[in-house]
């Protein structure tokens, strides 16, 4: 009935239209203002702070240190791996810890030394420029702090000795960041021993168990509110130190703090992410079915270790939907006087599919073997699924050799040398890229995931979930699948995500691609359950017996008679006897898929042209097109930022951030993608109620191979095999000309 319509955005007319709610939107009596003082050294030890002049500055209400934080007896910020997640290798390490307030030592430009507050932000943020740190500056430093194996080394070592060819790639990934359309706002109240923070988190019951944490309070005296969030894309998953310092200046100062990043703040200390460095090898026999895969991955860290999963993830899943009888993989990470890295939109999946996917043409052209078919002969058959990888990981379903038939058909593969000619006669460069990817989604850090469905005297629902939205659509989904199960309209069930005052609910947040597998098939499980609450309900008010009452299409039936009466009359009479709360084991899946990019280039300027992508994704059953087609969007162009114009660059000498600013990071215009087709090749989950795949990150991982092959396809005629992202007209004119 609802399932499957693509019913628009109920969140878009309140969006569009200037009443979404933000976090800087919400002023509370009486409110304060934070500003924080950062470092301006990469590496620095703190020899003294004086913030005699600061508290000079009429309305400044306090400046608060490092030492006062320990007096208050605030801990690090806990490192949280998700742990057990199958989706991931398991990594060990040591993790040195993360104060939200440094009190001896700074590890990157602009970590926080000093938390001004005052009446106003403006006078907070003159009072901080006044605060006086003498700082002893310190040699640049980096370290491993996890370096393992898994694998089999000697069957990988056996398998290369007797490879007819070994092809080899090693590249480094770009840094990136998420830039949020918001910049991060904290608002803080401490009442009668308990704390309510209001905050753009991504993660509202996460942060509230770090937030207690840190402050060293049971996790009832916290409460985490998030409005409409403006965007996350992994940047929002993780604790700040901003989220406890305003908490404790409130409790301090005895009101409400308020903490407004300005942009150049958030480049600062905003989670990055990427920045990996990866030397891969493949073995192939003389038919070029592969034998064997080696991989050593290096993760930059930054200065602090807060995740760990874009590494653990990304080496799970490196063999992507191959057929790789032996695998060794060395996964090492290293702390750097850079920011802290994160997830990042399908966190550690881009790299390994593009280091995969660049193999797959290298081996191609050596070894005289058309790039298809060396994918075909080694892509896994829909007959071998369930697939369990020599790491270990299970891929559900698939069916990647029809994804990549249907993409190359869609996309006109065929037609592409005419179309090469034409570009030649212009005087420009022609290439078409091909990726076969696989996307693994969900998991979390809870073995269940719960969700509650309670009513109001209306009859109307309520759907309470740990899921916060930042821009999927969940009003609009959630709604529209527990309408499928009462046969009620969307417009009469409302969701309240992460509501604080909710129902307490176990599960994860909004990340790695799970919410509608996790919470939305958690939810159509209470639905059925509701269903059959109103069966005796029903069975009281026509006074039948329960086994007499059917239910279909929203209402419930006396069998072989006209008697009927519709759900929502009985959720109208009988109200909160309908509240259900329940749970379903978290669920994994791997969506996949194959995409197809053109790309023409003028050797006169460097200047790249995507004239075609074409997409073609399993992200399970599709629930509402509409949606699923935004979100894919959405990761194409992500991942398209990373590849032509995205960077996060520092100074190697000083550890400078070189781009602190919209003026020296660019990110991607609407002209980026003139021309996208998507097309669906759906197979059903088996993990979930609902057959549902993830779909929020699979454009990221298909992008960056797919334009990357692309892009050495035009250029390879020029002798050039190898360049890394980010591909700016700078940087390919200069490979063109010979000057890279």
Not at 241 to 252: D, H, N, V
């Amino acid at each position: 009935m609802w399932v499957g319509k693509p019913l628009p955005r109920k969140e878009d007319e309140r969006l569009l239209s200037g009443r979404g709610a933000f976090t800087d939107d919400l002023s509370l009596p009486g409110e304060a203002h934070a500003c924080i003082v950062r470092s301006p050294h990469a590496h620095a030890r703190i020899r003294a702070i004086d913030s005699t002049a600061a508290l000079a500055v009429p309305g400044v209400l306090a400046v608060l240190v490092g030492s006062d934080a320990a007096a208050d007896g605030l801990k690090p910020i806990p490192f949280r791996p998700i742990s057990p997640n199958p989706h991931e290798v398991p990594l060990k390490g040591s993790f040195p810890p993360f104060p939200v307030l440094s009190a001896d030592e700074v590890c990157f430009v602009g970590e926080a030394v000093a938390v001004v507050v005052a009446e106003t932000r403006a006078l907070a943020r003159d009072a901080a420029e006044r605060v006086e740190v003498d700082y002893q500056p310190l040699e640049l430093a980096d370290h491993a702090c996890v370096d393992i194996e898994v694998g089999d080394a000697a069957a990988v070592a056996a398998a290369f000795a007797g490879a007819a060819h070994v092809v080899r790639f090693e590249t480094r990934l770009n840094r990136v960041t998420g830039v949020p359309l918001e910049p991060r706002c904290t608002l803080a109240v401490y009442e009668a021993g308990r704390y309510t923070l209001h905050a753009t988190s991504a993660w509202v019951q996460r942060h509230r168990a770090d937030l207690a944490t840190v402050l060293g309070v049971p996790e009832d005296a916290v409460r985490v509110v998030t409005r409409e969030l403006g965007g996350s894309y992994g940047t929002r998953n993780n604790f700040y130190p901003e989220y406890a310092l305003t908490a404790w200046a409130a409790k301090r100062v005895g009101r409400p703090v308020k903490c407004l990043l300005e942009r150049h703040e958030c480049f600062l200390s905003d989670d990055h992410s990427r920045d990996l460095a990866v030397q891969a090898e493949l073995a192939l026999d003389r038919e070029g079915r592969f034998l064997a895969f080696r991989t050593f991955n290096t993760s930059n860290l930054g200065a602090h270790a807060i995740s760990t999963v874009p590494l653990s993830k990304g080496v799970g899943v490196s063999t992507s939907v191959y057929r790789v009888p032996a695998v060794q993989a060395r996964a090492r990470a290293v702390l750097s006087n850079t920011t802290p890295t994160s997830a990042y939109r399908a966190a550690g999946r881009p790299e390994v599919m593009f280091v995969m996917e660049r193999l797959m043409d290298i081996a191609a052209l050596q070894f005289g073997i058309d790039r298809v078919e060396l994918r075909s002969r080694n892509l896994l058959r829909p007959d071998e699924l369930p697939y369990t990888t020599p790491l270990g990981k299970t891929f559900d379903s698939g069916e990647y050799q029809s994804a990549m038939d249907k993409a190359m058909e869609m996309a006109d593969w065929r037609g592409f040398p005419a179309r090469r000619e034409n570009s030649k006669r212009r005087g420009k460069l022609r290439g078409i890229g091909l990726s076969v990817f696989v996307e693994p989604s969900g998991g979390g850090a809870s073995p269940k995931e719960e969700a509650a469905i309670k009513f109001g005297a209306s009859g109307d629902a309520e759907l309470h979930v740990l899921c916060g939205a930042s821009g999927q659509g969940h009003e609009t989904m959630l709604p529209q699948i527990v309408s499928e199960v009462f046969g009620m309209s969307p417009e009469k069930i409302v969701l309240k995500a992460s509501d604080p005052d909710g129902p307490p609910l176990m599960g994860g947040g909004t990340v790695g691609s799970r919410t509608m597998m996790s919470h939305g098939g958690a939810l159509f499980f209470v639905a059925q359950k509701v269903v059959e609450k109103g069966r005796e309900l029903a069975a009281k008010d026509l006074e039948v017996s329960p086994q007499d009452v059917e239910f279909s299409e929203g209402e419930y039936r006396v069998k072989g008679t006209d008697v009927r009466m519709k759900f929502s009359e009985v959720a109208r009479r009988h109200g909160s006897a309908l509240d259900t709360k329940d749970s379903i084991p978290t669920p994994v899946a791997f969506p996949g898929g194959a995409h197809v990019a053109e790309v023409e280039i003028d050797p006169e300027t460097g200047e790249i042209d995507l004239v075609r992508y074409t997409g073609v994704d399993d992200c399970g059953r599709i629930l509402n097109h509409v949606l699923v087609d935004g979100q894919l969007h959405g990761g194409i162009v992500q991942g398209l930022g990373q590849i032509f114009c995205e960077q996060v660059i520092y100074d190697r000498q000083s550890g400078q951030l070189l781009t602190g600013t919209f003026m020296d990071y660019a990110m991607p215009r609407a002209e980026i993608l003139k021309r996208v087709e998507l097309h669906d090749h759906s197979v059903p989950s088996p993990s979930n109620p609902l057959g549902v795949k993830g779909a929020g990150e699979a454009g990221t991982t298909g992008a960056l191979p797919a334009v990357a092959n692309a892009v050495i396809d035009a250029l390879r005629p020029l002798g050039i095999h190898q360049l890394d992202f980010p591909y700016s007209p700078d940087r390919v004119w200069s490979a063109i000309h010979g000057r890279g």
